[in-house]
């Protein structure tokens, strides 16, 4: 086939996916608006020691079971919260975000757990707050969008809530404050990145401080439905194949040093 005739197939493909999106109108612009009068957290972790301590530590609670996840709704350290075990990947962090806002009323959403590092200096125990997040194994390049670009959202990078991020940050400094805190973006994807070839295949088409599997398909959601969001991560590995490999070793303890940073917030 010749450039010229893939060119126009590009463009009709590409005019024929957009109608029932464009039907729908595109999303509003997320802003870190008023506080509202009822404020209602939803708290979402991959894994169960990810969510464990802190559903342990609720009060008032009740469960609701809804797409095989278990909805924790409750009191915790004064807030109102719905605490959740999304599990792996991003089609279940999808679905669950999408849960937490139209069935359980949150207005604002935190996702916490582990990641690896994608930066040399961000070390095993280092936090990292989202500035943004992207789907680094996203890719619709071929007929015509960016790599990692949601089509017909004009968006690769869902930005995090800035009061979040500054409340997130805060926290890591009160509630860890021998701990380190860097700010930037999370890449998401359906993989667990364990080889170097890997890492520097997300650095060279995304940047990013940190891997994991779930935050920017919550972010998607959350952007989609203009509910704010944070992503805070502990580094348990450095996603390569070097001795450092550590998520087995690393994975509770970082994950234990995100939830003391989440009740912080949740507290304040
Ligand atoms: N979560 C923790 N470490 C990870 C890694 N290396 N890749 C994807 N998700 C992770």
Redesign the pocket.
Known sequence: MNQAIKSVMCCMLTAALALPFAACGAPREQESGQEPAVRRTGVIGAMQDEVASLQEAMTDKSVETISGMDFCVGKLDGADVVVVQCGMGKVNAGICAFTLIHHFGVNRVINTG???SLDAEIDIGDIVVSTDAVQHDFDVSPIGFARGEIPYTGLYAFPADAAMRAAAADAVHAAAPDVRVFEGRVCSGD????TREQKDTILSNFGGLC???EGAAIAQACYLNETPFVIIRAI??K?DDSEEMS?AEFESAAAARCAAIVRYMLAH
Request: charged share 15%; hydrophobic share 55%; with cysteine.
């Open positions: 582990v990641a690896g993989q667990f990145i364990a891997c994991e599997m348990s590995d996603a998520f």
